[in-house]
Structures are given as structure tokens and as C-alpha cells.
């Protein structure tokens, strides 16, 4: 073994061993010539040199630490706790008094507690309306009992924190099911039973179980059409949460008027809603056909956007026979075609016009629908408003971000005008009323944001059917009571 692989290895094993490396001497140096050649041969690849650590430059006395002039402790400024999934904390004499009021409840109703008295426990204690109370009274009580024991509530009280909560979360825990994460439609069955029962404004309903029937079926409708914007059929916490609901609920504990909680719970809107169905359905079999829906409005929508909504693009029906709309398909037809201003009823009609389902509706598009638009003015004696006019006056009003290309995110920035496009390519009637409009009138209506224009069309729809079923009942007198009520009428 050479002088030169000695070296190698002894050096490795100093290595290995944690010994300081010995400096070789200029006669064994490994660099030279025949000891490259001999290292190079073997087998083993050699370590990668060190490199020499270059000299620190002395600091300036400017840049020099004083080591007593270094701080013993950093002080942290600590943050304050901002995310309670609990609930955040409330001080004792909170719970205290809301225990206090419930042991207060037992003491007056000694036997449980009926539906009266938890009417009582939610508004008072859990600061929440009181058509809670009845799915609440539901979900605690014991089989075969009328009334709800102090252990239900107090176990109730403790294990969902009752007192800590958000009121969105106290309602979304009293509606769902237990074990589940979201509100599905039968879950709000027994808060509309208990509205249709204690609620002033609905007393007349009672003496005919079917109509309560529909107009809880219709506020349900009405609530998931607004709230479950995923249109998955279930309504998470975030969704209540983002949605009226509560405030809605809140509404019927102070209005005894029914009519004037216009969202979800107006009796005049669910009339308007079932009677335009009731018109649609000739052989009320509670399903609509294609030729049924193409009456809508009397003949305002054209033939190709009534395909389209049977094709179910816009949404999937939830109707069980094939071809057909059932109650709910219309509820949400409806509500889309009378306020294309909300957010659902864009992503309604946006998903019917786009036909190639690209996200954005091109000129091609629009065309297809609007040359039905244009036959249809020259049936009626109109003048046409040819489609390069339209288009360009849509392009004024929208503003698309790119030309030639409106997305649903251009037509959601402009809700006020978004409807005016989609009337022009599949509503007749809207469309001409909205080229003769009244620009003041029209300025007005937009600045007045108490009422949509669902609240509009149905409030002129009921005042309109309210006539026609006053003029249905009224008899017309026979001819021999005219001819006494003119002799009798004598000037002397």
C-alpha cells in the first residue's frame, strides 16, 4: 500500500474518531502528481476538501455590543383570545339568571312543561322567536308525554351551551336532527305546524287543513329557495347564518298581520304562487306540462326558453314523473322569472341561456333566443328592435368586463339591469313594457329598496285575483228583481 493511501485513510479514521486532522508534510503531499494518480485509483471517492474559513473583520467600536447593555428578558406583547367555538364566554350572573328563570318556569308549572310555557322558555330565556318553541317542545319530549320534564331542558341547556352560542347557531341546533350537520325541508315541518296554530294572522286557515297544508309547503319553497344557495336541498349552519330567517321569525312575534312579513310568511304571496298553479294545472294533477308553463303570463315566454327550463338546465326538478313540473319546480320558476334581480334567479337563467355552459353568454347565444323574440314582434304588429341594437344597448347598461362576453360575475355587479337582459331574450311582454317604460317611474322603483319586485308583481297579482273571486261570487240578479227594484225606485 502506498505512502499516499496510508495517509487517506488515517486521516478518515481521525475523522471518524473526532481527532484533529494532522497536517501533512510537503513531502507526502497528496496533491502531487503521483499521489493524485494513486488516490484517484481507488475505489472509494474522497471527502470534499473544507473550505478555510475566511478572517472576520474586526467590527467598528460603533458596531461593537456592549454585552451589559443586552436586554435579560424580550418583553411579548401577548394576543387576546378572538376564536371561541364555543361560544364566547359570558360572566356568571348570566347563566345564573337564565337558570333562575327556568327554575322559575318549573315552579309555575310544577308537571313540565307544555307548549305554552316553552313558547315562554325560548323568547325569554334562549332570546329567540317563539315559533321555535314548537320543534324545540318536539325534540325533548319524552314519548307519550305532553309535556317536557327540567332534566330535558337542563341537559338541553348544558350540552349545547345554550347561553354562549350565537342566536343563529341556538336556532340551527333546534331545527336539524340530531347527529346531523345541515336543515333538510321536513326539519321545518313542526316550526310552520306550530306558526299555522298560535299565529293571529293565520286563524282563518284552520278550518281548512288542506290550504295549511300548501302554505306551509310554500313558506318551506321559499325558505330553501332563498337560504341553499348551493341548491343541494340542505341548508348548513353557514347558510343561516348568511340568510334572514331569524329575522324573518323574529318579524311574526311583532306583526300580527301576516301580509306584512313579506319574506317567506305573506299569506298574499303564497295566494298569488298557488293560484298562478292552479291556473297552469288544466287536469289538477298537481304536475305542469310543457304546453301547461308555455301559458305562463299569457303566452309571455318564448317556446325555445320553456324547452330549456324542461331540459332542466336551469335547475334539476325535484317532481318524480318524468317531463312534468311539480309545486316546487314552480316555486322556484316563479320567484326566478318575476325577480331576476336576486342572486338565485341569475343563476337560474344564466344556466338555461348558456347553452354551451362555457360561463358566458356570447352573441350566438343571445341570438338564438331573441330571433323567436323578433318573429313574435312581427306576429303582433310591432316594430322589430333588431339584435344589433339590443346587443349593443345591453353592452351599455351591463358592461361587460370583456366584449362580447357576459359572464354570470358581470350580470351579479349590475342586478338592477341584469333582469332587462333576460327579458329581452325570452319575455315579450317585459321586454315591450320595458321599451315604452316611464324613465322616472322606473328610476323610482330601483331607488325604493323596501320592495323587490317580487313584492310588487305579487301584491298586484292578489289585488287582481281578489277581484276576479269578488266578481265570481257576486250573482248577477234575475230579470224579475231588476224590473221590482225599478218600479220600487219612484221619484214620489
Known sequence: MTESQNLVLSLLEDAKAGRPLARPTESASPLSPSAA???????????????????????????????????????????????????????????????????????????GLAVPAVRELVKEVFQLPKALAYPLFYKLVAPNSSSITRDAILTWFDEKNVIQVDPVRRMFDILRKEGCRWVAPDDLKSMMAGILLSHPGLEFLQETPEFQDRYAETVIHRIFYKQDKSGSGRLSFRDLKRGDLLHALALLDDEEDINKVLKYFSYEHFYVIYCKFWELDNDHDFLISKEDLIRYGNHSLTYRIVERIFQQAGRPFRSKESGKMGYEDFVWFIMSEEDKGSDMALDYWFKCCDLDGDGCLRANEMLFFYSEQLHRMECLSQEPVLFEDVLCQMHDMIQPAKEGCFTLADLKRHKGLAGTLFNMLFNLHKFIAFETRDPFLARQEREDASLSDWDRFARTEYIRLAMEEEGEDAEPESSTDLWENSVSETPF
Open 37 to 111: 494518480q494513486n488516490l484517484f485509483s481507488s475505489t472509494t471517492p474522497p471527502l470534499s476538501p473544507q473550505k478555510p474559513r475566511s478572517p472576520r473583520s474586526p467590527q467598528s467600536p460603533s458596531r461593537r455590543t456592549n454585552s451589559s447593555q443586552l436586554p435579560t428578558e424580550a418583553k411579548v406583547d401577548t394576543v387576546p383570545k378572538f376564536y371561541f367555538p364555543g361560544g364566547k364566554p359570558v360572566p356568571a350572573e348570566v347563566r345564573a339568571s337564565a337558570l333562575e328563570k327556568i327554575d322559575e318556569l318549573f315552579r309555575s308549572n310544577p308537571d
